[in-house]
């Protein structure tokens, strides 16, 4: 190739003075240059292609008793929600039962979790463990960091007439948590926390049991409590102080409170999500989600008409979706906020996020058939979820069902639809089963005896994840073990030959509760896989009772109240208990779970 011929005289250098003879060649190298550039301009912006597959491992474990090779935690009753800090060397659970929060070692290197030792290392309500004395944490649930890492804030359900969020500075070398001075420490209904007025800054929108997640702003700037009312505040960056928004701006409720703005199919779900463009808040609704618009200020307003709201049935205006199902417990943003996940008993949701916010059903995974989605093992009774921060993965956990643990998902990273993982990778449990319908499918999971239901998840960089379980009490730490290249996954464990039957199921679920209102008292059905003994646990609100299963199918256990449960029952009318059942198998190991009852009388 004969090279470009330059004019050192006038006319300049380069290419403006190139030979007439040599235009067309210098024409094709700038085309070449071109397309070259706009060729690395798409890869930069395309998509990343898949990772390798995973399988989930377990790295570590802490729980209330120290049993299944797990580490004793000192406030662990009722454990179920975690949060790890933006430096990644601390975390911390919410423990429901317990009344309490508890600090908790990471180690970077390993992701391993250790519970740190003394009453330092904790903060309950008065009198509950052996911690440090806190206000407005009875029944705490949802927790969060602030972005900056420097104050914790706690959601807790209460009692009574009250819920509230708790404000907490954090030692960012040690970890230790703080509760602010006065009054700041702690906004609830009406001001009291414990029984004890004029501890907390009065608010609105906090009444009980609805305080039940958190949720900060990218920006640190704004906190949204929820999910029913949703309580809107400001955020001191300096103090960490709250400070709850004037008016119909500070809530949102539905049906209407006091001093809240008209919200539309609010109802209690457990997660909420501010998309990543801090544009839209999504919450929870009755058997649906709710998606407000959030300006400049914070401050939220609900989407008019069907934009507002998508729910399973025709409610107050919303847009219906009846492949929805009903117990909608959570819902996720996307990491690149183009679509918004919705996790319900009937499975996981994918909804598209259009510019302005609105969402539309897009893709879905069911464990029964539905039209237009596709069906996958143990996709049921879903609950919190978590986005791995390269956007390839979700991971699902399971409420109170027939089957505990943890569900995993692929994410498409260009469409955004999910694909329920294959084979044993795809789910975890406690003994490693699965359901299919009404049947037990054993080894088609992988298996870590601590996990059960009910329990929050979180991602730490796209190596670690760590959820919560409240049936067991405990926090578990996972790596994501990823495959050697051009390495298939092993293939799924084999079920026993028929010669040596699997282990006696002692998996059970609850079905209805059929209430006396007359006398104040109920009969719970508990399903059972085959016969065995059940006991329900005596408590301060609930009589003991010890039942015999003869055969798979239903039991009816009798709830039946004892005097301080029957003395709310007098004064209004119903009480809130909770049923501690335990199912051991003939020949096999017990298994517990909880479940939260309303008991009336009239």
């Given amino acids: 190739m004969r090279a470009i011929a330059t004019n050192n005289g006038p006319g300049g250098a380069g290419l403006g003075g190139v030979r007439r003879g040599h235009w067309?060649?210098?024409?094709?190298?700038l085309a070449v240059l071109a397309l070259a550039f706009l060729a690395l301009a798409f890869l930069a912006l395309a998509p990343a292609a898949r990772a390798a597959d995973w399988r989930p491992v377990g790295v570590s474990c802490v729980n209330l008793a120290g049993t299944d090779g797990c580490a004793t935690g000192t406030a662990f009753g009722g454990a179920w929600n975690i949060v790890v800090s933006p430096d990644g060397r601390h975390a911390y659970t919410a423990s429901y039962d317990a009344n309490a929060i508890q600090l908790l070692d990471r180690d970077g290197a390993t992701g391993a979790l250790t519970p740190r030792a003394g009453a330092a290392a904790c903060i309950a309500e008065v009198g509950t463990v052996a911690c440090q004395d806190g206000r407005a944490l009875t029944h705490p649930d949802g927790i969060a960091i602030s972005p900056d890492g420097k104050f914790v804030y706690v959601a807790s359900w209460g009692s009574g007439t009250v819920g509230a969020v708790a404000v907490f500075g954090r030692n960012e070398d040690t970890g230790v948590l703080s509760q602010l001075a006065g009054a700041a420490g702690c906004i609830s209904e009406d001001g009291s926390a414990g029984g004890v007025a004029g501890v907390c800054v009065d608010g609105r929108g906090l009444g009980p049991s609805t305080p039940r997640d958190v949720t900060i702003s990218a920006d640190g700037a704004?906190?949204?409590?929820?999910?029913?009312?949703?309580?809107?505040?400001?955020?001191?960056?300096?103090?960490?102080?709250?400070?709850?928004?004037?008016?119909?701006a500070g809530c949102v409720s539905a049906p209407v409170v006091s001093g809240c703005a008209a919200g539309r199919a609010l109802g209690a779900g457990r997660q909420a999500a501010l998309s990543p463009d801090g544009l839209n808040l999504y919450v929870p609704a009755v058997d649906g989600v709710t998606v407000f618009d959030r300006d400049a200020s914070g401050a939220i307003t609900q989407k008019a008409g069907a934009a507002g709201c998508i729910t399973l049935a025709a409610l107050a205006g919303c847009a219906t979706e009846p492949r929805l199902g009903a117990s909608v417990e959570a819902v996720l943003a996307s990491p690149d906020g183009r679509q918004v996940y919705v996790s319900s008993a009937a499975g996981m949701f994918t909804f598209a996020r259009a510019g302005d916010g609105a969402l539309a059903l897009k893709s879905c995974v069911t464990a029964a058939p539905v039209a237009g989605c596709t069906t996958a093992l143990n996709v049921f009774d879903l609950s919190y979820s978590a986005v791995s921060p390269d956007g390839q993965d979700l991971v699902a956990t399971r409420d109170f069902g027939s089957s505990s643990g943890?569900?995993?998902?692929?994410?498409?990273?260009?469409?955004?639809?999910?694909?329920?993982?294959?084979?044993?990778?795809?789910?975890?449990?406690?003994?490693?089963?699965?359901?299919?319908?009404?049947?037990?499918?054993?080894?088609?999971?992988?298996?870590?005896?601590?996990?059960?239901?009910?329990?929050?998840?979180?991602?730490?960089g796209d190596s670690y994840f760590y959820a919560g379980f409240y049936a067991s009490s405990a926090v578990a730490a996972f790596r994501r073990d990823f495959y050697p290249p051009a390495t298939s996954p092993p293939p799924a464990t084999s079920p026993p030959p028929a010669t040596s039957p699997p282990p006696r199921s002692n998996e059970f679920s609850f079905g209805k509760l059929k209430r006396n209102k007359r006398k104040g008292t109920a009969k719970l059905t508990v399903k059972v896989p085959g016969p065995g003994a059940l006991a329900l646990a005596k408590t301060?609100?609930?009589?003991?009772?010890?039942k015999r299963a003869d055969a798979a199918g239903q039991v009816k256990l009798a709830i039946k109240p004892k005097r301080k449960a029957i003395k709310t029952l007098k004064a209004k009318g119903k009480a809130?208990?909770?049923?501690?059942?335990?199912?051991?198998?003939?020949?096999?190991?017990?298994?517990?779970?909880?479940?939260?009852?309303?008991l009336v009388k009239r």
């Fill in 406 to 460: 943890m569900v995993f998902f692929s994410r498409d990273p260009t469409a955004g639809n999910l694909t329920r993982r294959p084979g044993q990778d795809g789910c975890i449990s406690a003994d490693g089963s699965a359901f299919e319908g009404a049947a037990t499918v054993p080894g088609a999971c992988r298996s870590y005896p601590v996990v059960s239901t009910d329990g929050h998840v979180s991602f730490v």
């Fill in 222 to 248: 704004n906190l949204y409590v929820g999910a029913d009312p949703i309580a809107a505040f400001d955020r001191n960056a300096t103090t960490g102080a709250l400070t709850q928004k004037a008016g119909a």
């Fill in 540 to 546: 301060k609100k609930v009589k003991g009772k010890d």
């Fill in 576 to 598: 809130k208990v909770k049923a501690t059942v335990t199912y051991t198998p003939d020949g096999g190991t017990p298994n517990t779970r909880r479940k939260r009852l309303k």
């Fill in 24 to 29: 067309k060649l210098a024409a094709l190298v």
